[in-house]
């Protein structure tokens, strides 16, 4: 019974992630934009509010609640095997669920759905759309997740209204170059496909959210620079060797990650990425970093772990919000002198480099808790002098 709601508000920002912390700080949910859903206890969606609109719709759960004013509709999880043609007969809805059956096509009678702004057909045996699903040009919201699809058309970009995009474990092989039509876009997931090149993106100036990790991409595109509302970045398990020299154009970036690649080296633009706080680049070949690094003030994490670096800059000191580093086996004889001033560091990770001595003052990290020197070759006498000077620090060696 629809006595009780428990609402639960599932923003356009924060899908299938964990909550991360930021500077001691959760990061707050952002502004209503796109859609929200509220749900009943069971999980069964009860309102959904557009948030362009501030109108709220009432959900219907079944084809017998449909009548000619609903707007709504979520038959999801429901093991349907064709698309209900009955849904067609209702031209006036706005929001269309079906994740979560095995639906294997969609008929053409699906442009007569004018007024769609959200399409979820996520969980479900897709292989092929047809040309009427891009005459939808009110789409603001469409899930593919989980089907077979292994390219799109260049009608793709005929959705100019289009904000968020999920392709994600689709077997895509190729993007069309009509992606960079869609101006309004703010969310592209494409998590686990089979991209080896992406098409140019320069146009998307409104893109904040950019999901690429788990493909074979070799090469970005060298206009990525202009995406400059961009603020998390995930090219995790790719095969970049390196990155576009407009790279440092992504002022607003906050979040990146680009761990299990090949990249060599970073672009002399990248210290100036002046926002960014989390920064995850382990498992590359990286042997040093640019010049300016230390200016990445607000960096508050930063693993680069499983490289080949041999020393770090001595502006390293320049990053005075950082609490976690990681540095896990690379081939670090030394550190800069001024790694006693990072004195927000809470935990330091330095398992299996060649150090054979430390900064004078790592006292004065008066917040360390966690200090990891395992399978260095670093004096015993000189560990045993600094346990003692630092014994509210859990230290390893």
């Not at 899908?15 to 990061?27: D, H, L, N, R, T």
């Not at 362009?52 to 707007?71: F, H, I, M, P, R």
């Not at 969609?106 to 007569?112: A, F, S, V």
């Amino acid at each position: 019974m629809r006595l009780t709601l428990f609402l639960l508000f599932i923003s356009s920002f924060c899908f299938a992630q964990k909550e991360e912390i930021i500077g001691e700080k959760p990061v707050l949910n952002p502004p209503c934009e796109g859609f929200r859903e509220s749900t009943l206890f069971d999980g069964t969606p009860a309102i959904i509010r557009d948030c362009e609109t501030g109108e709220d719709y009432s959900v219907a759960t079944s084809l017998q609640e449909l009548n000619t004013k609903a707007l709504a509709l979520s038959l999801k999880n429901q093991n349907l095997t064709t698309f209900p043609a009955e849904i067609f007969r209702y031209p006036q809805l706005r929001v269309l669920d079906l994740s979560g059956n095995s639906i294997a096509s969609i008929p053409p009678e699906i442009r007569k759905l004018k007024a769609l702004k959200f399409l979820n057909l996520a969980g479900n045996k897709i292989t092929n759309l047809p040309k009427e699903l891009w005459s939808l040009t009110d789409l603001r919201k469409l899930y593919f997740t989980g089907n077979k699809i292994d390219s799109l058309p260049e009608a793709l970009g005929n959705l100019k209204h289009l904000q968020e995009l999920y392709l994600i474990d689709c077997g895509m092989q190729s993007m069309p170059a009509g992606l960079n039509r869609l101006t309004e876009l703010r969310i592209l997931s494409m998590r686990g496909n089979r991209l080896t090149a992406f098409p140019s993106i320069g146009t998307l100036t409104r893109l904040q959210n950019l999901q690429l990790g788990g493909n074979k991409i070799t090469a970005l595109p060298d206009d990525i620079g202009a995406c400059q509302a961009l603020q998390e970045l995930n090219l995790n398990g790719n095969k970049l060797r390196s990155l576009p020299a407009s790279f440092g154009g992504l002022t607003a970036l906050q979040r990146l990650s680009m761990n299990y690649n090949e990249l060599t080296e970073l672009p002399a633009s990248f210290p100036e990425l002046h926002n960014l706080m989390r920064l995850e680049i382990s498992d590359n070949k990286l042997s040093r970093l640019p010049d300016g690094f230390g200016r990445l003030a607000k960096l508050n994490s930063l693993d680069l772990s499983y490289n080949k670096l041999t020393e770090l800059p001595q502006d390293f000191s320049g990053l005075t919000n950082l609490q976690y580093l990681t540095l896990t086996k690379n081939a670090l004889t030394s550190l800069p002198q001024g790694m006693s001033e990072l004195t927000n560091l809470w935990q330091i990770i330095l398992t299996a480099n060649q150090l054979t001595t430390l900064p004078p003052n790592l006292k004065n990290l008066s917040r360390l808790k966690y200090l990891m020197l395992t399978n260095n070759p670093l004096p015993e006498a000189d560990m045993q002098q600094l346990k003692r000077e630092m014994p509210k620090c859990q230290i390893s060696f």
